[in-house]
């Protein structure tokens, strides 16, 4: 697998929300509470959403330094 595709697989919005669906799912089912599960999801997205960000402004930095060669 290239590293374009890993990245682009990071940066995918679906596996992203698929994962906090997956992980406040298992919180449930372990007797977690509802506001734990909640909160565990809305971290996973932010920090899904923070990767993202980054992971596209890394891109476009070395693009632009490849430019200057």
């Known amino acids: 697998m290239k590293k374009e595709e890993i990245l682009r697989k990071l940066t995918s919005r679906k ?3 698929a994962l906090a669906a997956f992980v406040s799912g298992l919180i449930l ?7 734990a599960a909640e909160t ?4 996973i997205l932010q920090g899904a959403a923070v990767l993202g960000y980054l992971l596209a402004e890394g891109l476009a930095d ?3 330094t490849e430019g200057r060669r």
């Open 40 to 43: 565990v999801s809305g971290v």
């Open 62 to 64: 070395a693009a632009n």
């Open 15 to 17: 596996l992203w929300v």
């Open 29 to 35: 089912a372990f007797g977690g509470s509802e506001g």
